[in-house]
Structure formats: C-alpha cells, structure tokens
C-alpha cells in the first residue's frame, strides 16, 4: 500500500515511474520466479531447489542487470518489499551465517548505486504484537498462511521450529537482522514506526521525505 502511495504521488507530480510489486508476474529480481514466496506460495519448494550459494550467486546478477536497464529510463523506480523483505529474509531462512548477510546487503547496495536509491522503512516494532494483530485483522486463512511462509524454511528446520511459536521466534530474529540491516543501510533512509496508528503522518513525512513538491 505505501509502494502504490509513492507511486500516486509521482503520477499527480507528472514524474514516470515503474511501480514493482513483490507479486509481480516475471518481477525482474526474485529469484526463483514463480517458486519465489508471494501470494499462496510459501517457498518451500524454492528452499528446496536453492542454496545460500545459489541465491547470493543469482541475486546480484539479477539486480546488475535491473540497474543497467534502470540507467537508461527516466522512470523512477518503486521496489515493493525491496531490498530486505524479498531477499534478505529469505536468506535467512535460508540460514545463511551474519557474515554472508552482511557482504550480500553490500553487494547489493554496491550494484544499486548508480540509482541513487532511498529506503523507506516501515518499522513494525515488536514482532510478536504486531503479527498478532495482523492475524486477527486479516483471519484464520491468512494466519496459517503466513505461518507456513515463515516455518516451511532450512531455519526452522534445524531448530524444530512449528506453528504460531515456531512462526514468533523466526519473526524476531528477522526483526533483529532488518534493525541492523536498516543501520547499515549508506543511502538515504526514512525509517517510519507506528504508522497503522496514524497514516497520513506517515504520508506527510513519506512527501517530505521524498521531496515530490519540489520536483513539480
């Protein structure tokens, strides 16, 4: 919802933009295609065909070669989930090491940075409360599979971990690595907690974040 929000607000600006969800249909930089995790797919099956070495392998190639297209349009690109929840996650459940992580998130920047990037962060704060309420928002058929889409995974494979608890303890590690992952982060970032309490603060600041006014 944020990603379309951006993109609204470039359209009403007049300024060219490629919008890409994370469930986009042939989406340039998941890696897996259609084994990736999105929709109803959990990526059991892509953890089962892939390996850290593979992913880190194909990722970077996969994003070099959405920058040297990016290069050449005057669109301004808007990456739903990107960099960290469609790749960065999924390493971690794949469980890559701190090191591996660390050195993927800097190969990515380093690719990415002829773009110019921002990152707009949304953060959830606790993990556990926030998936609650999301499950109780959202119903039983999203809960469970939103269970399967964290559990079905090598992390929670060799750490015994299932169900609702498995799902919480896979959620604050990955809380955990994206607050260190966003710190790390060397371009521009706006990091915006709480939004769900009030949205159009967090779209007032998303505006001046982005500096859309001045871009008329």
């Not at 809960?143 to 799902?167: K, N, W």
């Not at 982060?185 to 009030?198: A, D, I, Y």
Request: net charge negative.
């Amino acid at each position: 919802m944020t990603a379309e929000y951006v993109a609204s607000e470039l359209e009403q600006h007049k300024i060219p933009y490629r919008l890409l969800r994370e469930r986009e249909t042939h989406h340039p930089l998941n890696v897996g295609g259609d084994l990736h995790p999105s929709g109803r797919t959990t990526g059991a099956q892509m953890f089962a065909t892939y390996t850290v070495g593979s992913f880190v392998e194909e990722s970077p190639t996969r994003w070099k070669a959405f920058v040297t297209e990016a290069m050449h349009s005057e669109r301004v690109n808007i990456l739903d989930s990107y960099p960290f929840q469609n790749s960065v996650r999924i390493l971690l459940q794949m469980d890559a090491d701190p090191g591996t992580l660390a050195a993927y998130q800097a190969s990515v920047e380093e690719a990415a940075a002829g773009l110019d990037p921002v990152l707009i962060y949304l953060d959830p704060g606790d993990a556990e409360r926030a998936l609650a309420a999301i499950a109780e928002q959202r119903g039983r058929a999203w809960t469970d599979y939103a269970i399967a889409v964290v559990t079905e995974c090598p992390y929670a494979s060799s750490r015994s971990l299932q169900g609702m608890d498995g799902a919480m303890t896979i959620l604050k590690a990955y809380k955990r690595l994206l607050d260190e992952s966003v710190a790390r982060f060397r371009s521009p970032r706006l990091v915006l907690p709480g939004c769900h309490r009030s949205w159009p603060d967090c779209h007032t600041r998303i505006r001046e974040f982005l500096r859309v006014e001045s871009r008329r």
